[in-house]
């Protein structure tokens, strides 16, 4: 992360596009399960995907903003609780895309190698935690793409970007 | 990408880390499939973990190889089809796992930028080509996440990474 002396292969602005394009795509996913699936649908007791939704969006903005402010509160699902239609999930992923937009422009390029207490629980160089945010989104959905399968759905496709 | 006027996020060798921590992963996930079950199980019509694996072996050298020597060759799962063992598709993918560190080394860190059309079909950025690897192997990990689960296996931890 060493800007004058390591060449690196990607800049902050193309992370976030790369971020935001997947957020677009788990959008689409949870817009494609029907109302009472998406709280209910689960395989092999895994969560619905109303429950993975909502990991993703207390990891998204409150992690944003505690490597912003410094600030290692503890991880909690708490603000999601509140959410129980499909609707207000959409809406709460719409807010969460400019928070996003606005938190992760506010870290200095030179942070990004910078470790980082996330939740008071993850110390690792914040690159890493956004990758791992990322990587667990893409996971997550993958999950919810065989959810929408075995309810004889067709998911969109994975190349989608927005 | 330019090195000289944009500061970048992440090195060439940070990336190649990254990667080759998700195959680490999907390695274990391999493993912890019961034989018959790599080969046989399926939720809604999917692909067997097997075919998965196949898809990602069918990927990840091909591709590199095609990068080095900007060879369009067309995308083709013909060298997998032999494979009709777990254990053959584990040593498979140790081989792809040395073939990775010797090709993704020979990518200059100026050429991430450029675009080249792999597989003939996928004209982008390389650093594009190469992000698309991993997140595809890590959304098709999190099916067989679903998979193992339905089966009543717990799958490794998400983070682990060796």
Chains 1, 2 share one sequence.
Do not use: C
Not at 126 to 144: K, L, P, V, W
């Amino acid at each position: 992360m060493n800007t004058t002396t390591a060449p690196q292969v990607i800049s902050p602005e193309q992370l976030l596009k790369h971020w935001q394009g997947h957020r677009a795509l788990t959008r689409h996913v949870i817009e494609a399960f029907p109302e009472k699936d998406f709280f209910e649908f689960s395989i092999g007791g895994m969560r619905p995907f109303s429950k993975l939704a909502s990991e993703l969006l207390s990891i998204a903005v409150p992690a944003l903003k505690g490597i912003v402010n410094r600030d290692a509160q503890p991880y909690s699902e708490e603000a999601t609780e509140t959410l129980t239609t499909k609707a207000q999930y959409l809406q709460k992923w719409d807010e969460a895309t400019e928070e996003i937009n606005l938190y992760f422009k506010q870290i200095p390029v030179e942070d990004f190698e910078k470790t980082f207490n996330l939740f008071g629980q993850y110390e690792f160089p914040i690159i890493e935690n956004i990758f791992y945010f990322i990587d667990n989104e893409i996971h997550h959905r993958g999950q919810g793409y065989v959810y929408l399968r075995a309810l004889g759905i067709e998911p969109p496709f994975f190349w989608t970007r927005e």
